[in-house]
């Protein structure tokens, strides 16, 4: 299904991925930890920032179909997974590429290979209902999903939660590549929660896509009314001019009911998957420009902190504490000169007063002396290898690349 | 097309209208005359105010295919309609049943049989740019379609056009029975003048009907695409809870492009027609519950006058003058005494203040005395000849015969 003749996932992104990790750790990382670019700009990075698929997050009220649609795309039950009339799934599941098994939650937060450690601040009680589900269907490979609760109605849905749900879902909306919204044709009601949440998701609407499930169940005047419907009411709950993408469809094994929307939903499905096959190119390209991104500012960053530390005397009787102090004092105008000296962009220098604040921990003269390699070095990242890396990504809409892409 | 084998448009309206205006001109008129009401309350109804056809109003962009529809309606050109790439009506037409003709807005204005007097209050400059068009299509007995020119966008509109375009559309608006908004399936922009008018048309809400015409000429998805991006937008400028009706069709006389669509857009201009045909009805519906309102609270007037007439002496000495002012002081008081002897509900009693004002220009006590069969006409007119009237109309659907209703 996912893997389909016109599938685009046989496309070599894994070794783009692994390029990505082998630039970094053989020729970054060292400088990083050489110069404390953790300290000073973002933490080192591991496997699990290079290796995590990319995530497809599925969003909706009760009985709308998420973990069925989810079963259709493994084409398998996965282990944990269950599908009822009423509400459900009771935890978060993420449903990944492994051999059969069930994490508890508390062990997938803190293993390291995993990206889910960031979620122990949700703490005990949203770690109890968290879970991870691992299996062998093909599109794992590709992608990572989401799974969540069916939103409830009022006071429902608050009692029955011990944690703070549309902070979690936000958390999950954060990292995902996809977030799919999926609403109910044969019974579409929007509840407050669920416009609330959604409401919550408005940050992130361009990795948001919908779904119009159990679109087979009407028939084709009364799937136009649904539809209709359910646009009227996202046009107001969003804030953006774009159309937000719905998809109809019926996505679980079974004949379509009413047939004669069987070709309109036939043809929204392949857009949707074909969409879906779109991610793990994105996300690479996501990882390329963050690490070309990470590349520049590590430059900038060892260009400064040579440059004040060129500026200490060799003599013994230097006071060296009174000229990190001046030093620090001049920041601006020592970035000015950098700046010039280099003809670097503006955007890639830190905040002064931030990096004011880093400094003051270190011993400028401390610094290992810049060598012409190293710089010659990271020169190479960001001409060469990162671009070289890029090349090797298939052609894509320019566009989606853009899409998702954290505003910097 | 419009008296198909499930037409209810051979439905006896017309004699219902036959026997209000009878039940006006031989049992109420009279007592409206002796006592005064159109100077209290509303002006004498004309023949043409029962008989004036229910009138759709067509709105929308130009070339969306307003005159189109008309024509396809009528099935068959009308005189003066003419049909274009560019901006083509150029003037606001009443389409009517009648002998072959053109009348020019002036003329229109000032026909008694005709309900466009109030129309004089634009001026010339619109009156040029009004027009009646008759010739005898069937579904002219029971409809009169409004023809406008089509929205321009930006200063083209605000230039081109003499009079003050919204405020037409406005009037025309408040008299309509059915507004249709018309768009283009297959070039959908709606431009911000066009949402103004519908903005200034929020009033209307229940009587607006929306087209997504020349839907044949875009495939499945491009419609489910177009339909989608309008329902939107139109949740965004409606601030309605409820959702505005759409139809989607082709409306003229040519194959469908795509095929595709065929039974869909079938099924939808079967629903339109189906509307239309209800309004003859629902007129009907609102002339018949207009003149029972119209009886009951000439009832109400005349018992409050000849409340007050009563309490004045027979004897020549009387100071009538200082009799009146002190009725006119006290008529709150008035007024209670009257609803509890009659038993009346408070709805049916006019605003005190307004009614003291022009009670002023009359002489209470030169009022005639209420005669005993003139309140029991007045009562049979409310209890078994309107009533009976309303028994003729064809069964139909309870709640639309509310809507379009004015609130009172
Ligand atoms: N495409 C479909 N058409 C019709 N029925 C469906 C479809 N998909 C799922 N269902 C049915 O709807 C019900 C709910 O399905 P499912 O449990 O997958 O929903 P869910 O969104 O995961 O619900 P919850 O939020 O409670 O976990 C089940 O009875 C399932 O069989
Ligand atoms: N259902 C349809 N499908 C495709 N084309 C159509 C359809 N109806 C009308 N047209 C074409 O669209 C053009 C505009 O039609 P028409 O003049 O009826 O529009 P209009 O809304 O009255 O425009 P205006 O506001 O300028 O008077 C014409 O060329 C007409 O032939
Ligand atoms: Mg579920
Ligand atoms: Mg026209």
Same mark, same amino acid.
């Given at each position: ?8 996932? &046989?496309?070599?992104?894994?070794? !783009?991925?692994? &390029?990505?990790?082998? !630039? ?15 300290? $000073? ?8 920032? $290079? ?5 497809? =997050?599925? !969003? ?13 795309? =493994? ?25 059969? @098994? !069930? ?15 960031? =979620? %122990? ?13 691992? *299996? ?8 990572? $999903? ?6 409830? #109605?009022?006071?429902? /849905? ?35 929660? $669920? ?5 919550? =998701? ?7 896509? *919908? ?42 094994? /079974?004949?379509? /009911? ?56 060799? #003599? ?9 102090? /001046? ?63 890029? %090349? ?6 320019? @566009? ?9």
């Amino acid at each position: 299904r996912f893997d389909g003749p016109d599938s685009t996932t &046989g496309v070599p992104v894994e070794p !783009v991925v692994e &390029g990505l990790k082998a !630039v970094y750790k053989n020729k970054l990382l060292k400088i990083e930890e050489d110069y404390k670019y953790a300290a $000073f700009a973002s933490p080192t990075l591991n496997n699990v920032d $290079f290796d995590a698929k990319p995530m497809v =997050l599925l !969003v909706g009220q009760y009985s709308t179909g998420k973990t069925s649609f989810i079963k259709y795309l =493994l084409e398998r039950d996965f282990p944990g997974g269950r599908i009822g009339h009423e509400p459900t799934t009771d935890r978060f599941m993420a449903v990944m590429y492994g051999p059969e @098994k !069930v994490w508890p939650g508390n062990s997938l937060a803190v293993h390291p290979d995993k990206p889910f450690a960031a =979620l %122990q601040q949700f703490g005990m009680s949203f770690l109890n209902r968290f879970e991870g589900s691992e *299996c062998k269907s093909q599109i794992l490979k590709s992608l990572t $999903f989401i799974d969540t609760p069916g939103i409830l #109605s009022g006071e429902k /849905q608050r009692i029955g939660r011990s944690y703070d749900f549309p902070k979690v879902v936000e958390w999950f909306a954060e990292r995902a590549d996809r977030i799919i919204l999926l609403f109910d044709a044969h019974k579409l009601d929007i509840s407050d929660e $669920f416009k609330r949440v959604i409401e919550s =998701l408005a940050g992130h609407d361009d990795k948001i896509r *919908c779904i119009l499930n159990k679109a087979d169940m009407v028939d084709k005047q009364g799937l136009m009314r649904v539809y209709g419907a359910l646009m009227w009411s996202l046009g107001r709950i969003f804030k953006t001019p774009e159309v937000v993408r719905v998809y109809l469809g019926s996505f679980w094994d /079974q004949p379509y /009911q009413y047939v004669e929307n069987g070709e309109l939903l036939e043809a929204e499905e392949k857009d949707l998957l074909a969409d879906l096959r779109g991610l793990p190119r994105g996300s690479a390209v996501r990882k390329v420009n963050d690490l070309v991104k990470r590349a520049r500012v590590l430059k900038v960053h060892v260009l400064i902190i040579d440059h004040l530390r060129a500026q200490f005397g060799f #003599s013994l009787f230097t006071n060296n504490k009174k000229k990190q102090e /001046q030093l620090l004092a001049g920041l601006l105008e020592q970035f000015k000169e950098i700046q010039a000296k280099h003809n670097l962009p503006m955007g890639d220098f830190p905040h002064v007063g931030k990096f004011r604040e880093k400094l003051r921990g270190f011993a400028i003269n401390k610094f290992p002396k810049l060598e012409e390699k190293t710089l010659a070095q990271l020169d190479e990242v960001i001409k060469r290898d990162i671009p070289r890396l890029m %090349q090797m990504l298939p052609k894509g809409d320019e @566009k989606s690349d853009m899409a998702g892409q954290p505003v910097p």
